[in-house]
Structure formats: C-alpha cells, structure tokens
C-alpha cells in the first residue's frame, strides 16, 4: 500500500472513531493541506519520525492515551508547514476556529532546539524547560512525540539509537510521570531498557513468559473468593492482574541485589469501581475492609490517595495483604473516573476539574519557572534541581492555622519555612513540632503540625544547603549567600582602603587582582571577604602588595603551576599494551583510560567519553553515569568497541557475593578462584550479619567470557545465594 493510501486510512478511522473532533468542512481541509504540502513520493530523504504517519500515530497517543483534542492534533499535523511558512498560525486559528498560538510557538521553539544537536546540550535543558513552562500542553505533545520515536526507533541510525534511548530514561520518562502519565513512563523506561542493555530485557522478558501460566493461576486462586465478597456490595466492577513492567523488575533487581526468582511482588491486583462521584470514597473503604477480612493486610504498606491525591492528580487506595502460599499481593484500589487520570494523567484531570479541585501542577511549573529565573543556577544544577521535585513521594504537614503544605519525603522543618515564604525561611532557627523544640533539621512526617521559629538575626549559611530538600529553598538559599558574600566583599574591600589610606599606599585594582590569584583566592571577591572575616593578616597583604611592584628573575625555562597544568593528551597513560581497543571511525593508537566509576573490561559493550584534560575515557554503555554524560555532553561521546582478542591484557573486576554464613564458604571460593588458570584473586572482604555474609572480591580476569564463566561457578557453591559485578 503507498504512503499516501495508508494516510487516509489511518486518518478516516482517526475521524470514526472521534466524530466530534472536526466539523465537515474541517475534515476536508484537513485533509487537502497534507494532501497538498506533504511529500509523500520521497520518504527516503525524510528523517526518521517525522512523516505523516508518524505524526497520525502521535495523533493517536494525544486522543486515545493522553485525552488531549483539537487545538493539540491541528498543532502536530502543521507546525511543519508552519516552520516552512507554508501556513501562518493566523490562517489556522481562523480556518478551525481554534487558539493553538501558544502551542504552535511552543513547540517550534523546542524544534530549533533539537535543530542545534540531536543529543540535548547542558545549556538546553533550561530553554527547554521555559518552552515548556509556558503551555502545559507542549510537554504532552513532546511526550507523545518521544513515545512514537521509541516504538519505532528501530529505523534510526545505529549511532543516534544510544543515546535517544538514554535521553528517553533520563528525561521524558521522568516529565510523563510528573504528568500522571503512569502507562507511558512505564512504556519509554521500558523501550529505553530494550535499547540500552538488549540482554537484560529479553532475559526478563523470557523469565516473565515462562512464568506467566502459574502467575496467571495465581491471580485467579487470588481473586475469586474476592469477587464473591465484593459483588455482596452492590456495585459495578472489574478486577484483574497487572505484571509489573520489565524496567520496574530489574531496577527491583540492581536494588535489592537478588535475581529474578526472588522478587514476589510481580504483578499488583487492580480493582475498579464504575460508581458515582459521591459514592466513590465510600466504595473503595469498603472494599479495603473486605480484603483486609479476606486477607491479612501489612499496615505500613497502606497508601491512602483518596483523602489527600497526588500532587499530579493522582487518586487511589493501595495496600499489600498476605495472599494464598504466603506471598505478599499488592492490591490498588479506585474507580473509573481515578483510572482514567491515572492512566491519562493531566488531560483527564482537567476533565474532571468541575467535580475535584485543581492539581499541584501550576504551583509545580510556577516553582520550575523560580529555578528557570536563578541566574546563578548552571543548567547541570538545574537539571538536579528539577528532578529533586520531580516524583510525588510526599508528605503533608499543617500550620497551626490547620493550613495543608505538601512537600516532598524527606523535607525538613526548614524546607517547611521556606515554602511558607523565604523570609521566614532565611530566619529560621527552629520550629516547634507537636508543641515539642525541634532543630532546623527536623524531618517531617505525615500529619505534624509546624510552627516556624524565627529571630531577626539569622542568616543563612552554606551548611544549609545540605539541610533542605526542596529546590525553592535551595534556590533561596543560593540567592541570599550570594546578597552576604556580596556585601562581606564590599566591607572587606572598604577595610583595605581605609588601611591602605593609613599607610599613604594607593590600591590598584588589577595589582589586588593579581595579588588574590598569587596567594590562592579564585576570585577577588573571595579574597576581599576573607579579609572582611579579619582571616588574613592585614601586615602580610601589604607587604604581599608591595612585593608586585619588585622585579623578579626566573630560569628561562617554562615554569608551569600545578593550577595550570594538564597532561597533554600524549601523556596520558594508556591501560593497554595491545591496540584492543578501536574508538571513533577506527581510529587505533589514541590514549585512552578505562573509567573506574564502572571499570569495563574486553568484551564489555563499551562507549568513548573525551575528557576535559585531554584523552578519553572508556565506559561501560551501562555505566551508572552514562545516561547523564550522554544527556548533558553528547557532543563529547566517541563509539568505542573492541577488536582483535585480548592478549595478555587483565582487568580488575570486583563482585559482590551474598550467602549464607556456612562454616568454610569463604574458604570453598577463594580455593575455587585459586584453581582457575588466567584468573587471579587480588583482595577479599568479608562483613557477616545475622546469618548472612557479604564479600567483595577484586579479582584479575581477561574479558567478559572469563568473568562469566566465574561467576557461574561461585554460583554453584553451596551457600551463594547470588554474584553480583558492582
């Protein structure tokens, strides 16, 4: 079938399926511009993703899996033509009778972004998220954008699959979870997964096929003497089993440091009710009571989102109970209308907003829009500062007024000073919990009623940043260093003058200036502010001062300081004798270093990261850094693989195995390592606690083939129960 065949298909079934979503005569318009402007004959000089199938398809995700609707479809179908300047925003907004200005704009300002590089810079992130800010509705499209880029990603080049993979984890998995998009975030984790560590995946994939029969008799021995109960309470409902995605089981995995056999709580049990809005919370209690009469239920694993939702909308009852074998079943509770904004998150919350209040969603992009305004906030601290807020695991603590702040877990009394007003934050000193004195360190929990301590002559210092969580304070607090360290340099510099006016000695800006880089300072305001703290003997900076006007007399040979010096990049040492190692467009012979921070080794499916000083770094592609580095510096990632076979060269790997504390397990590995003929055993430590042991062994080995082999047989021991490579 031809492109422009398989259009109209996909777009008359679009129009069937969402009747309301055009007039006729907007039908037709519609599809005569595509019809007219798009180049349907040259597919092979188009990019990847950005056909008219695959914008139908982004059609199809804002409709169908998001709840988006007019003013969001016309905007994907045309920004193009608009970009071109084949339309005007004008001449749509006139021709559908719709305001998509504010999108439209949005989104051609994201697209000159990714015009500059295809791999975000650092410095884009913080235009991006402007772009963003400015119209909710520009973050769902680029979402489903990025979604449709994932499930075909299959067509791009080889060399911009890592890395929009990565970007995917890093970056629009994280914003579609912020938005309530549970099913997506779950969808790109898992598709970025399946790019970036293809063996993981489909092990688990494979596992969680085989073990579907009995997960699936499982489930139902679960719910049916449920069902009974549950139908005796006269609604309507539906129950059924949801398998945990692939991403959640192996990061479940990397945490708890166990394989796949031992992680029980696969799948969740969803139940929802089809009942009216008044009846909501009573129906989903009294199902909670039923379970909890079937089934014995673990009080801190209750989640109760229906008194308070999630800052993102967010409404359900969650709780884990002890099923059949003994195993530990969690169980999710809500009603239609709860799972439809949990699975389309924000759009479907604004459908409701006329029956519930609106979401913590402008007050979260009004805080996005205070980091964006910090100009002393570099973009890579942004980024950490955007994701400091970005998942809702939250508390909710009240003022003594009864007034309900909600801050993120782990906040502090002074992060609760501060969302108040930064005033009160900046003079905190204290707080009184319960009626009880706490510190500014306090953590608060659920329920605690603060009342904020205050005194005119607190200022904020820098141990404070490692007190608070939230990125409003930090910011604050940021901000008012900035003000001390200001007027700290100003009285210290008025303390200079004044003294060197004493001794009829004039101050030369750019001599003080050298002077502070002579005795250390990187700044000369840093400099000025020690003085101003009286750190430096006033004697010894005017004799210092003096002694620049002095001549002196050095070697005519180069004097380097350690502050200034950088191995060149012939210096660099290599870890190899052997040119195993191909980086770049087979260029062999370059310097290069193997990372620590995940010491790969021959075999290890490995990338190029070129340092500051000069050479480059070899990681591992699942290197725990790696999404980052490509995300904030993919102009400085280099291909890197190995060639030829790995003669004489030995790596140090260190593994982490967990076991039983038997008499003689240590023993039984170390004599294993000891048989084995290219492999040798450089350090050991063992920790025994309650009945379980935990090692690390450093050993040498030649590359991966090795490592595995070894691995399989510390597994074997009597006692292991897993080997881990950390």
């Not at 994280?174 to 099913?183: I, S, T």
């Not at 679960?222 to 549950?230: C, D, E």
């Not at 969803?270 to 009846?279: E, M, T």
């Not at 570099?378 to 955007?386: G, I, L, R, S």
Request: glycine share 6%; charged share 30%.
């Amino acid at each position: 079938m031809s492109e422009i065949l398989f259009f109209r298909n996909q777009y008359f079934k679009l129009l069937r399926k969402y009747p309301l979503l055009f007039t006729y005569n907007e039908r037709k318009e519609v599809r005569n511009i595509i019809t007219k402007y798009y180049d349907f004959y040259s597919p092979e000089t188009r990019e990847p993703g950005r056909s008219v199938i695959d914008k139908i398809k982004i059609v199809e995700v804002l409709l169908e899996e998001i709840g988006l609707g007019k003013a969001a479809v016309l905007s994907v179908l045309f920004y193009e033509l608009v970009e071109k300047k084949q339309l005007t925003i004008d001449q749509i907004e006139k021709q559908f009778n719709t305001q998509v200005a504010s999108v439209l704009n949005g989104m051609l300002r994201v697209r000159e972004l990714y015009a500059r590089n295809a791999s975000l810079e650092t410095e884009n992130f913080r235009k991006l998220f402007l772009t963003f800010a400015e119209d909710v509705r520009v973050i769902l499209i680029i979402i489903a954008e990025h979604l449709q880029i994932m499930r075909t990603l299959d067509e791009f080049p080889e060399e911009n699959r890592q890395n929009i993979a990565r970007e995917a984890s890093f970056l629009y998995a994280p914003l579609a979870h912020r938005m309530g998009l549970y099913a997506i975030k779950t969808e790109l984790e898992d598709l970025s997964l399946k790019h970036t560590n293809r063996e993981i995946y489909k092990e688990i994939a494979k596992k969680l096929n085989e073990t579907k029969r009995s997960r699936d008799h499982y489930i139902a021995e679960f719910i049916n003497p449920l069902k009974v109960k549950l139908e005796e309470l006269g609604f309507q409902f539906e129950m059924k089993g949801r398998t945990k995605s692939i991403n959640s089981i192996y990061s479940k995995i990397k945490k708890q440091n166990t394989p796949f056999e031992n992680i029980y709580d696969l799948f969740a049990i969803r139940i929802i009710f089809d009942v009216p809005f008044d009846k909501e919370k009573a129906a989903c209690w009294q199902a909670y009571s039923i379970i909890a009469d079937l089934y014995q239920p673990n009080p801190k694993r209750l989640r109760d989102w229906l008194s308070i939702p999630k800052t993102n909308g967010y409404e359900s009852l969650h709780t884990t109970v002890l099923g059949p074998e003994g195993k530990w079943v969690e169980v999710q509770i809500r009603t239609v209308r709860m799972d439809e904004v949990a699975e389309k998150g924000l759009a479907a919350h604004w459908k409701y907003k006329g029956i519930k209040s609106e979401s913590g969603m402008d007050e979260w992009l009004a805080n996005i829009r205070e980091i964006l305004e910090n100009p002393e906030l570099n973009a890579v601290d942004f980024m950490d500062e955007f994701k400091l807020n970005l998942y809702d695991k939250e508390v909710f603590v009240f003022t003594p007024n009864g007034d309900l702040h909600k801050l993120p877990k782990g906040a502090t009394a002074l992060d609760f000073a501060f969302s108040i007003h930064s005033n009160i934050g900046c003079k905190c000193v204290g707080a009184k919990v319960g009626g009880k004195n706490v510190t500014i360190k306090y953590v608060l929990n659920n329920g605690d009623q603060v009342e904020v301590l205050t005194s005119p002559a607190q200022k904020p210092n820098q141990a404070w940043l490692k007190v608070v969580t939230t990125s409003k304070a930090k910011n604050k607090i940021r901000q008012a260093l900035k003000e001390v360290e200001f007027k700290d340099a100003e009285m210290g510099r008025e303390t200079l003058i004044r003294r060197f006016k004493n001794w009829k000695i004039d101050l030369d800006d750019g001599k003080i200036s050298r002077l502070a880089k002579k005795k250390g300072f990187k700044t000369v305001s840093d400099f000025y502010q020690e003085i101003a703290h009286e750190k430096l003997d006033m004697h010894v900076v005017r004799d210092g001062y003096l002694d620049l006007d002095k001549p002196t007399f050095t070697d005519q040979s180069e004097i380097r300081s350690a502050e200034t010096f950088s191995k060149e990049p012939g210096q660099l040492e290599s870890t190899s004798k052997e040119d195993v190692l191909v980086i770049g467009e087979d260029l062999k012979g370059v310097d290069f270093r193997l990372a620590k921070c995940c010491n790969p080794i021959y075999g290890d499916d490995v990338f190029g990261f070129v340092a500051v000083a000069g050479g480059i770094k070899i990681h591992r592609t699942d290197c725990p850094n790696a999404p980052q580095m490509i995300a904030r510096f993919g102009y400085r990632i280099v291909k890197a693989r190995w060639s030829g076979k790995s003669v004489g060269s030995q790596y140090p790997i260190t593994l982490r195995i967990v076991g039983h504390d038997d008499i003689g397990i240590v023993t039984n590995i170390t004599s294993l390592i000891s048989k084995e003929k290219n492999i040798t055993l450089r350090s050991i430590s063992v920790d025994s606690n309650a009945g379980l042991f935990q090692g690390n062994l450093t050993i040498m080995v030649t590359d991966t083939k090795e490592l595995d082999g070894i691995v399989k047989k510390i597994q074997l021991i009597k006692g292991v129960k897993s080997v881990s490579r950390s």
